[in-house]
T-cell receptor, first 115, second 115 residues
């Protein structure tokens, strides 16, 4: 099955700096890559996603890039703020057709933004 | 919509007791997922349903775990008998298939402690 690796597991940055989280995947059938943010005591929430036919996508301070050839994708957060502190998960959707496709999650990155 | 609703939010039980976790997916969603989150193993997919039918239960750890979805608006995850190693946060998520890029919406989770 799919194997999603995520690095780093923890990341500390100063407010205003940028943060980058990287993920790799193994299954070439993966075609959709969402990123989730999990705040303390809550469930993961989608913050941005990218499809396999797109190389980059941006939404205000967050951006994602995808390199299909190398099978890796990244999350970039610019001008970080303390409220960005959370656990971030990358995921890859393996499309097996019809109802058989599913998401595979990375292990998560604990991001801490210091004021 | 109130989102995915899980109950209870917290459950403390003694080893050997039966535990039932409940989930109400978002109205109109036809796929439902049960995840377990631990520090050691991250987010694990236990089982998912499409149109109330179990599609993949390969993540269910043991026969002690069972899940049902009697209708489109309700699902249960049961552990019988419970063991201390089952202590974790259990999340339910729902989405709309067959869109492969459909966002998965997570509930707030149930924190289970087995003593």
């Amino acid at each position: 099955g799919e194997n999603v690796e995520q690095h780093p597991s923890t990341l500390s940055v100063q407010e205003g700096d940028s943060a980058v989280i990287k993920c790799t995947y193994s299954d070439s059938a993966s075609n959709y890559f969402p990123w989730y943010k999990q705040e303390l005591g809550k469930g993961p929430q989608l913050i941005i996603d990218i499809r396999s036919n797109v190389g980059e996508k941006k939404d205000q301070r967050i951006a994602v890039t995808l390199n299909k050839t190398a099978k890796h994708f990244s999350l970039h957060i610019t001008e970080t703020q303390p409220e960005d502190s959370a656990v971030y998960f990358c995921a890859a959707f393996v499309d097996r057709g019809s109802t058989l496709g599913r998401l595979y999650f990375g292990r998560g990155t604990q991001l801490t933004v210091w004021p | 919509d109130a989102g995915v609703i899980q109950s209870p939010r917290h459950e403390v039980t003694e080893m050997g007791q039966e535990v039932t976790l409940r989930c109400k997916p978002i109205s109109g969603h036809n796929s439902l997922f049960w995840y377990r989150q631990t520090m050691m193993r991250g987010l694990e997919l236990l089982i998912y349903f499409n149109n109330n039918v179990p599609i993949d239960d390969s993540g269910m750890p043991e026969d002690r775990f069972s899940a049902k979805m009697p209708n489109a608006s309700f699902s249960t995850l049961k552990i019988q008998p419970s063991e201390p190693r089952d202590s974790a946060v259990y999340f339910c998520a729902s989405s709309y298939r067959p869109r492969t890029d459909a966002e998965a919406f997570f509930g707030q989770g149930t924190r289970l402690t087995v003593v």
